[in-house]
């Protein structure tokens, strides 16, 4: 919004300098007048444009925003899982690794009668 009323403010400027210049001229010509006003639409459609693409930059940037909000829940649940599924490595990894000793223990004992 604050984006429109800085345009709001230039075309009020540029019509306000028009119209002075028009007043400090005393009787303006039919010629003169239509080419400030032919600025003035200038301007004017100038502002209207920029307020356009300002508010379709503003859309992108919402969609933006929601879409990286989503992207950052998915990383989280995915680094919660890979948190699970190392913790999961690591207990199996433990118990082969006692099913090893076990197994170890058993063979020495079955070697040494």
């Known amino acids: 919004m604050n984006y429109s009323r800085k345009l709001s403010k230039l075309v009020l400027l540029i019509a306000a300098t ?6 400090f001229t005393g009787c303006a010509s039919q ?14 459609q100038t502002a ?10 503003r859309s992108d940037a919402k969609q933006y925003a929601q879409q ?3 992207s950052s829940v998915e990383a989280e649940q995915s680094a919660m899982q890979a948190e699970d599924a190392a913790q999961s490595a690591a207990e199996s990894a433990d ?7 076990k ?3 058993i063979f020495e004992k079955m070697t040494a009668k």
């Open 18 to 23: 028009g119209l002075l210049a028009v007043a």
């Open 31 to 44: 010629k003169k007048i239509q080419s400030l006003e032919q600025r003035i639409n200038q301007a004017e």
């Open 48 to 57: 209207d444009e920029a307020l356009q693409k300002a508010q379709s930059a």
């Open 68 to 70: 990286a909000e989503e």
């Open 95 to 101: 118990r082969a690794e006692r099913m090893a000793d």
């Open 103 to 105: 197994s170890e223990r």
